[in-house]
C-alpha cells in the first residue's frame, strides 16, 4: 500500500486526485491539507465524496501532513509550492508537484515569466512529468514537475510532428481553449458563472506563462529552439481543453496528406495508453475524453495553403493535472502505469 | 461471466449502459443492437468509447442479437419494447426493460396514459425495479421492469414519509427538474441546443406519463389510493433531476422538526449503499451525484407551514436509468449489488 | 429633461440601468456611483456600453452624486440604502430604492428576517412599487420600494387567483426558480462558472427573505393573513426566473377548467401593457421574456387534484429589477409607462 | 414607409429580422413566408414577439408574398434562393439576399465549394454587402448579397491590416468560433443540447465554405490572391463569433508594437457606426456584443514571434446576419444607416 499526502487538496486538481485515488486499489491517503477548510470533513466540503473519503481536512503547517507519506502530491500554487517542497525533499520523499515551480530548466526564464525562484537548486532534480517523453527519468525521480495543462494539450499534438521534421518550426501557432476549470476554485469576478457564461474571449495572447514552458519541451524534442505563438481563450465549460495547432509543412514535404500524417501519428504513439489518433475525416470534441486521461489526436492537412492542422483534446483536470499526476505516481512506484485511470469518458 | 444483450443501444442510456458494463468484472456484452446505426462500429458512433467497445451494432431484427444472452437490456422505446420483450421472456432470457411498458400493473391504467397494450399477460410477472423496495422479487424475477427516472426521484424522496404516515397524504406535490438528456438522443427542436440553452419551462403540467407509475408505487406503500400533483421541467443541463417534493404533516406531528425527519430517513435508508441523507442545514444540488448511481436527499420542515419538504437528487441517466439496471442485474445474478456501480460522482 | 443619478450602479441592476436609460428619450443620467470603481470610465468597466455611456464613476460619498438628480435610482445592497436615503429623501429627491429596506411595511418583521432597521420613519412614507397593483399611490411617491425579483414572479402569477377568492388561501405553494444574475455581481465560490454550471439546487426553503414580501403583499390583496411555502433554486442561466404555483381550489369551484381561470386573468390584465396571458395548452419559458420587462404566465388547472398551477416567467434583472424600476419612474414622472421599455424580447 | 417581405421568416435570422424591424419607424412588414409554418400565427410560433408582430405566415409559393414589397429579405436556404430570386428581381423588386447564392462573384468557385449555379446572370449585379468596403454600391444596389456571418467577422479584422500593407498575406490564419445559431434552427444532433454543451470541436478545417468568400474579399482589398487557412470551431453558446486571426509582420514592420496598430485600426474605421476598438490591453468578449450590430476588435502584437494578432467578436445573428441586412437595407433606402439598429448589447 503507497501512503499518500495530498498538499493544498481542496481546490480542483485535489478534488480530482480524491476522485482518482479513493478508488487507487494499490494507495492509501493518509493526510490531505487545505488552509481554508482545515479540521472540516472532506466530505462536508465535497458531499459528492460521500462514502468515499472520510477523513479531515488539515492544516498544512501541520507535520502530520507529510510524515507517513510515500508520496506527496502538491496542489498548491506556484511560489507557495517551491517554499514547501525543499523541505519535504530533504526528508527524503518523493514529489510530484503540480504547480509550475519546478517545470522550466532554466530558472532565468522561470524568473522573466514568473518571480524570483527560490529552490534553484531543486530545478536539476526535477523530472518533467510527460510520460509519453519522460517515463524512463520519471520511474526514478524524487521530484516530479507535473506538466500545465496548456502544454500537455500542445506537446502531445505537436511532437510527433516535430520528431518527423515534417514542418517548419517557425512556423507554429497554438490556438488553445480551456474550459473554466483550468482558473482554479477561488472565486474572481472573471470566472463567476455570469461573466463567463454565453461568452468566449482570448486573454494573454503572447504572453501566457505556459508558453516558455511549450517552448522548453518542443525545443528539446526539436534538438533547437522553437519559438511558437499561443493564444489561450476561456470556454464556457466546466472541463476540457482544445488545441488547434497550425504548422507549414517543409516544401519537400508538400505532397503529404492528411492520411499520411495521421499514420505517423499512429506509429509513433503506439504504445501509449492515453493517445488515441482520430480517424481521417474526424475532429476530437473534448466532451469525448470528459472525465478520462485520454488526449484524443485530429489531424488535417489544408493542402490549399501547405499547413497542417492538428486538434488535440484533454479533459484539463486529468490528463491535464491529476490524471496525469496519478499516471506518473504509477511509473514511480513500478505499478501498471494505468491503474486507477482506466475507466471510459462520461459523455453525455 | 455473464453474457449481456442490449437492444437500442444507441440511445443515451444504451451509451450508459456500455459506458458501466465495459468495465464490469462479471459480464461480456454479447450483443448490441441499433437499427439506425446498423453495421457500423460502436467506437466510431461513440468516439469516447473507443478502446471499451470494439463491435459493431447489429440489426434488432437479427436473431443473433439474443441468442447468446443470459441477460436482455431493452432500451427501445416503449411500444416497441411490448412487441419484442414477449418473444424473448419465451426463449427463457432473463430481461431488464427500461421502458415503461411493464411498470404499470393495471393496464386499464397503461392504455388510459399510453395506448394499447400488446403483453398484458407479462404484466403480472414483471417486477417493479426499484431495489430500495422490492429487492426480493427482483432477485428471482424474469422481467424487471425498470423504474423511470423521474419515479426514482420522487419515490425515493417520499417513501419514508409516507411510510411514517407522517404526512397527510392528500397534500403531496412534485416539482421536478430534469437535465435534457432526459428527453432522449433523438433531434428535436425543443431539446436543440439554442432553444434548450439559457431557457427552462414547465411542460405536462398534471399530465406526465410518469404520473400514474409514481402514483401506483406510492399507493402501494401507503396501503391506499394517493395521488400527487406532479410537474415536470426542463432543465438546461445534461444530467440529473432534482425533486423538490411537498406534503403537509398531520396536526398531531406539528412539533416534528428537520432533525427528526432526518433522522428517521437515515434509519429508514441505513442499508442501502445508493441512498446518501444530508446533514441538517444541507440541500444537494444534482452536480453532486452526476455520474454516479446515488440518490442523495435533503429535507427541510417548514415550521411556519407546518409543511415538510424533501430534495432529492439523481443522475437520470445512471440511478434514474442505466445504473439502476446495473443495481438490478447485479441482484438477479446473485452478485454484489454495488458491482461495476461503486465511482465517486464526476465533480465538477 | 429628467435628471437621473444611479447609486450603486456597477452591479448587475445598475447595468441594466444604464443599458435601458441610455435609450430613454426624457432622462439624462448626471451622475453614477461605485465605491470599487470610482474614477474610472463607466465604459471601461462594461465594454458593451462604450459610445452608449460616456462617464466615469464617483464616489458615493461625494455630495455631486446626488446633486442635480430629480429621480435618485438606488442600487445599493439593504442596509447600505438605509443609510443613505434618508439624507436624500430630506433633500427632496424622489427616490426608487431597489433594495429590500423599504418593501416590509412593518419594521418588526424587517428585523426578524433582516436586520435593525435605521430608518423606520420612512416605512409610511415608501410606496411599493407594483405598478399592476399601486400604480395610483406610485404616480406621487417621494420614496418608491422597488419590489423583489422573486416576489414580482409570484405576486403577478397569484394576484388575480387571490382576488377572484377561487382558491383555499392556506395550500399556495410557491416553487421558483432562479438564474443566476439574482445572486449579484459580487464573485463568490456558489456562483462561480463551474460550481453553477451544470448543477442545480434549491436553497433557504422557507427561509429565504423575500418570503414575507410576497406575503405582505398577498394579504393585502386578500384581506387577511396568508403564508405561503416558498422554495428558490439556483438556475443555471444568466436571466430568468420562473415561479410554478401551486394552491388548491376550493370544492364549490372544482367544476372551473383551465380555459376559465385563463379568461380571468386576461379579464384582470387586460389593461397592463407587461403582462401577457398564454393560451390553453401553452406554459412560457424563461427564454420568451429575456432582455424585455414582461411578465408571461400559463395556467392549467390539475382537475385530477383539484389544484391549479400558475406559471410566471420574467428576466429577473428588468421586470424582477431595473426595468420595473423605470417602470415606476415613467409614472411618478408622469410619462408613458411604457416609455424606453418596449423593445421585443431577445430570443435566442 | 418601407414595405418588407421575409422570405423564409421562421429561422434564427427571420426572427432577428421580425425583432428589429418591428420596432424600426421606417418599415411596415407586409409578408413573412415560411413553409413549415404557413397559416400559423407567428406570435404562436415565436410567443415571445407577442404584441410585436400579429400577423399570419403565408406559404412562400404565394404571389402575395412579394406583391406589396419595396424590399424583400430573403432568409432562404442556399439554392432555394437562387430559385426564388430571379423572378422577384425580374418583378423590379429589391432584394437582400442572406443566403450564399450571390455572394461570390465567380461562378466556377461557387460551383466548386457549393453545386451548379442557376442564376449566373444576376452575379454580377450583386453586390456584396459589407458596409464598411461597398457603402457607395450598396446604395443603388438592386441586389445585396448578406455577407456570411464568419466572413464578417474576418474580414471585418483584417482589411486594415491588408490595406496597409504591413502583413505577409501569405501567412493569414484565422481560427473562428461560433455559437451554435450559426448552425440554422432545423434540428439536429449535432447541435442538439445534449451533444453541444459542455463540448467543443472544431469542423471544416480548410473545407468551410466560407473560405472562399473570406479569399475573394481580401483578394480584392489587397488587390491580389490572398489564400487563407480557416478553421471554424462549434462553440457552446448561442449567440457570438469570435476570430483570432494570426499574419506575420513583414520585416521592414517588426518594430511596430501593438498600439501602432490599434491606432491605425482607429483611423481606418473612424467613421464607421458599427466598429469599435478595444484600447491597448484589452481583448472582446462576444458578450460584449450580444444583441447588437457591433464589431469590436482587438489587437495584440506578439513581438516574440513577430505576429500580429486580431480578435473580433459580433453576434453571428445581427452583425453577422440580419442586422447587416437592416444595415445594408437602410443605405439602399436613403436612411441614416443606424436606424433600428443603435441598442447597446444585452449584457450579462
Chains 1, 2, 3, 4 share one sequence.
Not at 43 to 71: C, M, T, Y
Not at 263 to 269: G, N
Request: aromatic fraction near 8%; charge should be positive; glycine fraction near 6%.
Amino acid at each position: 500500500m503507497i501512503k499518500i499526502s495530498i498538499l493544498g487538496g481542496s481546490g480542483y486538481t485535489g478534488i480530482e486526485l480524491l476522485r482518482i485515488l479513493s478508488r487507487h486499489h494499490d494507495v492509501k491517503i493518509t493526510a490531505v491539507t487545505s488552509r481554508q477548510y482545515k479540521c472540516e470533513r472532506l466530505s462536508k466540503v465535497f458531499p459528492h465524496l460521500e462514502g468515499f473519503v472520510d477523513s479531515i481536512f488539515i492544516d498544512p503547517a501541520n507535520s502530520k501532513s507529510i510524515k507517513d507519506a510515500d508520496i506527496v502530491f502538491c496542489c498548491l500554487p506556484h511560489k507557495s509550492a517551491m517554499e514547501f517542497i525543499p523541505e519535504i525533499i530533504k526528508k527524503g520523499k518523493r514529489v510530484i508537484d503540480l504547480s509550475a515551480d519546478f517545470r522550466l530548466k532554466d530558472s532565468k526564464v522561470y524568473e522573466a515569466w514568473y518571480e524570483k525562484h527560490t529552490a534553484k537548486n531543486l530545478l536539476k532534480k526535477a523530472v518533467y512529468g510527460l510520460p509519453e517523453i519522460y517515463r524512463a527519468e520519471i520511474k526514478d525521480a524524487q521530484l516530479v514537475a507535473n506538466p500545465g495543462c496548456y502544454p500537455t494539450s500542445a506537446i502531445l499534438g505537436l511532437m510527433p510532428l516535430i520528431k518527423s521534421k515534417l514542418i517548419d518550426n517557425t512556423t507554429i501557432i497554438i490556438d488553445s481553449k480551456s474550459g473554466v476549470s483550468g482558473a482554479g476554485r477561488e472565486a474572481k469576478l472573471e470566472t463567476s458563472f455570469v461573466e463567463a457564461n454565453e461568452g468566449f474571449k482570448a486573454y494573454k495572447i503572447g504572453e501566457h506563462r505556459h508558453t516558455p514552458e511549450i517552448e522548453q519541451c518542443l525545443s528539446q524534442i526539436a534538438g533547437k529552439d522553437i519559438k511558437v505563438s499561443f493564444s489561450p481563450h476561456l470556454l464556457p465549460v466546466n472541463r476540457g481543453i482544445l488545441s488547434t495547432m497550425y504548422a507549414t509543412m517543409k516544401t519537400q514535404n508538400s505532397k503529404l496528406k492528411t492520411q499520411n500524417i495521421i499514420a505517423s501519428y499512429k506509429k509513433y504513439y503506439r504504445n501509449e495508453p492515453f493517445i488515441r489518433i482520430m480517424h481521417e475525416g474526424v475532429l476530437p470534441n473534448i466532451s469525448q475524453v470528459r472525465g478520462s486521461n485520454f488526449c484524443d489526436i485530429g489531424i488535417k492537412v489544408d493542402e490549399r495553403t501547405n499547413r497542417v492542422v492538428v486538434v488535440s483534446v484533454i479533459d484539463n483536470l486529468i490528463k491535464g493535472a491529476s490524471g496525469q499526476a496519478v499516471q506518473n505516481m504509477n511509473i514511480m512506484c513500478g505499478l501498471n502505469e494505468e491503474t486507477g485511470l482506466l475507466s471510459p469518458p462520461l459523455f453525455p
